[in-house]
């Protein structure tokens, strides 16, 4: 869902997206490190966090309000709370991982039977890409894998340089905005004001390295 805010000086509208994939493919890294410029390497993989950020892009004001879920399957009922209630996806695979590419395409299908086939905007985010001389996946292969699902955008990313973090998050903006355009999302209820707010953290910490 997105929602929009029209005051005097401003229209601020909320963006709420889902950072879908498999274990250890650095999506709680992606997420931090766009919402407080770190690079977290010891991370719990297990629930979920939710992070909210005002932040600029194109020069129109917006919130996100961003959902890192679990890639464990023994959480899937609660990730397919947080699947309903997001207006889009980001799709996270490790380039050094062949397996997380192969499950890309399992989570689009999953998504689609949450969402009852509702057409959401979604963005392809090949991760881990500082790890080139572990690489099991290449772009070339992810387009194609885009093209199949219909993802409009693949990008590659490195949480621990910040390469494309920043841009991987703008995508999905742009593409719900687009999707907005076209009637495809609804804008409903008013928010409130503030800038980056404190993040709402619902795991108990476990040691993990997540890259």
């Known amino acids: 869902m997105t929602t929009s805010m029209t005051s005097s000086l401003s229209t601020l509208t ?7 994939g498999s274990e250890n493919v650095g999506k709680s890294a992606l997420t931090i490190q766009y919402i407080q410029h770190i690079f977290t390497e010891e991370y719990d993989p297990t629930i979920e966090d939710s992070y909210t950020k005002r932040t600029r892009i194109d020069n129109k004001a917006c919130l996100l309000e ?23 996806f980001l799709l996270v695979l490790s380039v050094t991982d062949r397996k997380s590419m192969y499950a890309i395409r399992e989570f689009h299908e999953h998504i689609l039977r949450v969402k009852e086939h509702e057409e959401k905007p979604m963005v392809l985010v090949c991760n881990k890409c500082d790890l080139d001389s572990q690489r099991e996946c290449f772009m070339q292969e992810a387009r194609m894998l885009a093209k199949d ?17 920043k841009e991987a998050f703008e995508l999905w903006v742009r593409e719900t905005r687009k999707a907005s355009e076209e009637g495809l999302q609804s804008l409903a209820h008013p928010i409130g004001e503030g800038n980056i707010l404190k993040t709402r953290s619902k795991r108990k910490l476990r040691p993990c390295v997540v890259m």
């Open 14 to 20: 909320v963006y709420h997206i889902a950072v879908v």
């Open 149 to 165: 699902l219909g993802i409009p955008h693949v990008i590659e990313t490195s949480a621990k340089t910040r390469w494309n973090v």
């Open 66 to 88: 961003i959902v890192d879920t679990s890639g464990q399957d023994e959480y899937k009922i609660l990730r397919d709370s947080y699947m309903r209630s997001a207006s889009a």
